[in-house]
């Protein structure tokens, strides 16, 4: 099988929001975010890394060779700091657009005291390509992306064909491409994508059949993984009637 080729983002996945920070969180970010906040390059745009920005080297920025796992939109830190601070000999690496919530997983980070954590602020879609080795994750999670709603937006959402063929590239043979949305269509949508991809197999397919399912017992999607933390942000979610389905792709070899 060949190698995907780069794929760079023509649209944000995401919705700008406010980068003004509290005057504590501005403390924090002052004395901390140097500790876990990974300095690249950057583009034209805030979000943006340039395009001749180097590849990261794992041992470089961690300082030791180890098994690591990414996280794509890491929101204030929740999921990636208990993750990391659960799995100390694991090195963890996330992304964040939302310049307060990239302060907040600093503090959460300094609190707990990691050396595993590092954070990148910036555009995943856009810089994945530019600054990733091949295979040089073992697992990558998207959890609760924005869905996009309105049908003509979908073009917008992050897990599309051309997206699984990057996030193929970047896992080792075997890795876990770990995915979970409250949103029915895109659930689907993901469920699809993982299993029509030439790049995944879904250890789950025809399995947990939904009755949405506009495709009837396709099926496909996989258990609640138990190393996801239910977020605030999950939480109002299933408050709200929505439920929450989560799809897993594991890499060819």
């Known amino acids: 099988m060949n ?6 983002a023509r649209t944000k996945s995401f919705v700008s929001r406010a980068r003004h920070l509290s005057p504590s969180l501005q403390q924090t970010w002052d004395a901390h975010a140097g500790d876990y906040v990974i300095d690249i390059p950057r583009g034209s745009g805030e979000t943006m890394v340039a395009e001749d920005a180097p590849r990261l080297n794992w041992r470089q920025v961690f300082g030791r060779e180890s098994v690591v796992r990414c996280e794509i939109g890491s929101g204030n830190g929740d999921q990636i700091v208990g993750a990391a601070a659960a799995h100390p000999e ?6 964040e657009v939302y310049h ?4 907040k ?3 959460k980070a300094h609190k707990a005291g990691l050396t595993n954590l590092r954070i990148i602020e910036a555009d995943a879609q856009h810089a994945i390509p530019i ?3 091949d295979h040089c994750l073992d697992e990558l999670w998207v959890f609760f992306p924005d869905p996009w709603r309105k049908s003509r937006h979908h073009k ?3 897990v599309q064909p051309a997206f699984a063929a990057e996030v ?3 896992l080792r043979p075997g890795g876990l491409w770990r995915l979970a949305t409250d949103w029915a269509d895109y659930a689907f949508q993901m469920r699809t994508v993982v299993e029509d991809s030439p790049f995944f197999t879904n250890p789950y397919a025809g399995m947990n059949p939904d009755p949405a399912d506009p495709e009837g017992e396709r099926g496909g999607f996989a258990p609640r993984w138990d190393g996801r933390v239910l977020t605030n942000f999950e939480r109002r ?4 009637g929505r439920v929450v389905r989560d799809v897993c792709g594991q890499r060819v070899p």
Do not use: C, K, N, S
């Open 131 to 133: 600054i990733f080795d």
């Open 168 to 170: 193929g590239r970047i």
């Open 3 to 8: 190698e995907a080729q780069p794929f760079m």
């Open 156 to 158: 917008r959402r992050l």
């Open 90 to 95: 694991r090195d963890y690496v996330a992304f």
């Open 105 to 107: 997983t600093v503090a």
């Open 237 to 240: 979610g299933v408050e709200a």
């Open 100 to 103: 307060p919530g990239v302060a």
